[in-house]
C-alpha cells in the first residue's frame, strides 16, 4: 500500500543546537556534569541501581525540602505536573479550595481546580503584592476551605510570598496547605515541616540546573490522612499519589510495584545535579548566594536607570528578578536583540505581566556576579538599541 504521508525532508538536516545563555526564568543552563549524566546508557524502570537512584534522590529532595514525610517522591512531568497532582489527591467534587492569586501560578490553580469540580475561592492580589496572613484568615473565616493554595516564588512578578503562620492557620481550620516552590526550592528558605506544608512541589530546571520533565513533591501525613478518607477515586491514574508513593518506595512493608516508565536519563540528571548542589556547599550557602548576587544584580540595573517591578527588597524573589519595560520601549524587541546578537534569554511579562516587565533568571549556576553583570550588559545594550530603532 502506498502511504498517505511521505518520509517528512526536514530530517535530512541534522539536528543542531546552539548554546543560549539561560538566564530567562527557566530552565537553567546544565553543569556540563548533569549534561554528562544524561549520556549515560538508559537503565530499566525497575532495574536495582534505577531503584538505587530513586532512593538517593529521594532523600535528597527530603533534605531539600526540609521534612520527614515519607511520602516523597516525583512526578514524571513538568512543574505543572506537581500542581496537578497536588490538587487532584486532595480535592474532591465541591470541595472548597481558597487560591491566592498574586500572579499566573494562582490562575493556574484556580484553573485547574474548576477542572476537578471544587468550588474554587480566589484572593486576588495586584501582582507583586503579597498575600498578608490577617486577608487570608478573612477568607478561612467566610469560606472554611478544605484546601489552601499558595505559590511562595510568583515568576511571573518576581515576588516571594512569605510562609510563616499560614501553616498554623491551616491546621486552626482543618484544612491542607498546598505550595508551590518551583522557582524558590534552594535559593528560598523552605521548611516543609517547620512551616506546616501538606503538599510542595517543585521544579528541577530552576535552582536546580537540571533537566525539567521530573518533578519532586511532598505530602505529609495529614494530606495522606485525607486521601485515605476520600469517598471516590483519584480522578487521574498517572498522579495518583498513593501508586506513585507504591512506586517511589514510600510505604514501609510495601512492595514496590510498576506504576509507569520512569525516564532514567532524568534520573540521572536530577541525582547528579542534587550531588553538585550539596557540593556547592547546600542551601545555607546558596540561599545567601542567590541573595546576595540578585541584590547585587538590581543595585546594578537601578544605578543604570533601570526600575526593580518589585519595590519592596524584602519581597523580591531571589532566582528571577523583575524589571519594568521603560517608557516607550518594545520588550519584543529589545527580547529579540539580545537573542539574536548575544544568545542571551531575557523573558517578557507572563500572565498578568505581558508587556510590562522583564525578567531575569540568575538561578543555580547562573547565580555569580559573572553572569549577572553580562545579562545586565546586554539587557542595557539591547534596551539602547530598541530606543534607536523606535526613533
Ligand atoms: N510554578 C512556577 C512558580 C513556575 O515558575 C513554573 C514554570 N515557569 C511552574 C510552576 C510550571 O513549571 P513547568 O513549566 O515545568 O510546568
Redesign the pocket.
Known sequence: MVLDIPKPDVFNAPLKVVEKMMTG??PSNYHDRIRKSMSLPVLGHLHTETLKIMDDIKEGIQYLFQTENPHTFCVSG???AG?ECALTNLLENGDTILITCCGI?GQRAELMSKKLNADVKVLYKHPGEQVSIKEARNCFRMYHPKVFFL?H???STGMLQNLLEFGDLCREYDCLFIV?C??TLGCAPIYVDKFKIDVAYS?T?KVLNAP?GITPITFSPRALDRIAARKTLVTSYNYDAILLGEYWNCFANHPRIYHHTVCSTLLYGLREAIALFLERGGLESSWENHSRVTSNFCNLLVSNGLEIFIDDEMLRCPSVVSIKVPDNIDPHKVISYAMKNHYVEISGGLGPTVGKIFRIGLMGINATNEVAEKVAKVLIESIKEAELVSK
Open positions: 526564568a527557566g513538568p512543574g505543572h500542581l501560578w505559590a516564588g510568583e515568576s508551590d518551583v522557582i521544579g530546571q525539567p
